[in-house]
């Protein structure tokens, strides 16, 4: 899939949103290659949408649902079977001075999906961010399946 299309069609509006939890520093990002309905080049646009440091994409062939301090993991089909969700995230945070700082999240998507969308608004949960109901935004929960 050419990213390019997918620049010129995304239609959806990423908002300054306010974090009530984030990064205490920048994540690695661990794309699981089993047969991921996204390449390491979609998860890299995915991510630049945010504009959120992450320390660097890693592509490995076998991961699990465990999580990983200081890791998003991006895993291709669903935990769960939830017949109305086409995506799910899961985190874990510390709380620190008032703060929730992220520790790890787990991205899942499900398999059947190469909406480009979808995943920029899972992403947005592994980087802090609620749903917001303004109809063009890309975290809109009915604007992204």
């Known amino acids: 899939m050419n990213l390019a299309f997918f620049a010129l069609t995304m239609s959806m509006n990423i908002k300054n949103y ?24 979609q998860v890299e646009f995915a991510l630049s949408a945010w504009n ?18 200081g ?11 939830l017949s109305t969700q086409w995506g799910l995230t899961s985190y874990r945070f510390v709380n620190k001075k008032d703060k ?6 787990i991205v899942q998507i499900d398999s059947r999906s190469q909406n480009i969308n979808l995943l920029i608004h899972e992403l947005g949960h592994a980087f802090g961010f609620s749903h917001y109901n303004d109809e063009e935004d890309v975290m809109n929960t009915q604007n992204v399946y």
């Not at 929730?100 to 999240?105: G, Q, V, Y």
Request: charged share 25%; net charge neutral; glycine share 2%.
């Open 100 to 105: 929730k700082i992220l520790t790890s999240a």
């Open 52 to 69: 959120t440091p992450q320390e660097k994409i890693i592509v490995k062939d076998e991961c699990n649902y465990r999580q990983k301090r």
């Open 18 to 41: 306010t974090q009530e939890i984030s990064w205490d520093n920048p994540p690695i990002v661990v794309l699981c290659d089993n047969q991921s309905s996204f390449t390491q080049e």
């Open 71 to 81: 890791t998003i993991k991006i895993i291709d089909g669903l935990k769960i079977n």
